[in-house]
């Protein structure tokens, strides 16, 4: 029972490089997440979708770009990384049948220098 | 704007004693209230909730009381254990809102035996 998978664990960015955060889960849940979790600020919304093809800007956007090609996949990418992004990124899924639990994926920590 | 307040960390305590961490917050309306915990090196996962006033959330000997009168949704057990050190933090959501959670900033528990 796989849950919500992330991909990689750990990161080091050049200022300026891109990459993408991975995500899957096998739970079939419409509605996916990013967070970013700074020290002492709690959890920040990036982006969600509630399907495939549906994505949709929450607080924090700006640097990040998604897709959602597949109900499983939910992809994170950072064009040009700067050390503002410098977090630990959570993925997580619900859907309208979860009863309002999310699930979490163990989280990737990126570092830009 | 809607938002969760949370008591700073980190609390620390012996094993057995009471355990408090306060949440209050602001909403427009009347959402959900949730604490998820985050053991270390991992994601969050949910461990109670409360969907209107009134409700007792509880969950491994944890408890929290959904006040509307003080907008508030503090967690409490009454004997911590050292296999609760971790970083609990308290979320509202709205209905029909995708799911979506607003955190705070979470607070940081370290029990020693």
């Known amino acids: 029972n796989a849950g919500v998978t992330q991909t990689p664990k750990f990161r080091i960015l050049k200022i300026g490089q891109s990459m993408t955060l991975q995500c899957t889960q096998d739970?079939?849940?419409?509605?996916m997440y990013w967070y970013r979790q700074d020290p002492g600020m709690g959890l920040k919304l990036i982006y969600y979708s509630v399907g495939a093809g549906i994505t949709d800007k929450g607080e924090v956007p700006n640097g990040y770009n998604v897709s959602r090609s597949t109900t499983e996949d939910f992809p994170l990418r950072l064009e040009l990384a700067a050390p503002s992004q410098t977090s630990v990124y959570f993925c997580?899924?619900?859907?309208?049948?979860?009863?309002?639990?999310?699930?979490f994926g163990s989280g990737t920590q990126l570092s830009v220098l | 704007g809607n938002s969760v307040t949370q008591m700073e960390g980190p609390v620390t305590l012996s094993e057995e004693a009471f355990l408090t961490i306060n949440c209050t917050y602001t909403?427009?309306?009347?959402?959900?209230l949730f604490w998820y915990v985050q053991y270390p090196g991992e994601g969050l996962q949910l461990l109670l909730k409360a969907t209107k006033a009134d409700d007792k959330g509880s969950n491994k000997g944890f408890e929290a009381t959904y006040r509307k009168e003080t907008t508030s949704f503090h967690l409490e057990k009454g004997s911590v254990q050292v296999s609760d050190s971790a970083v609990y933090f308290c979320?509202?959501?709205?209905?029909?809102?995708?799911?979506?959670?607003?955190f705070g900033a979470g607070t940081r528990l370290a029990v020693h035996p």
């Open positions: 979320a509202l959501m709205f209905s029909g809102g995708y799911n979506k959670l607003i």
């Open positions: 909403a427009t309306g009347y959402p959900s």
């Open positions: 739970m079939n849940h419409n509605y």
């Open positions: 997580a899924s619900s859907s309208a049948s979860t009863n309002e639990k999310l699930f």
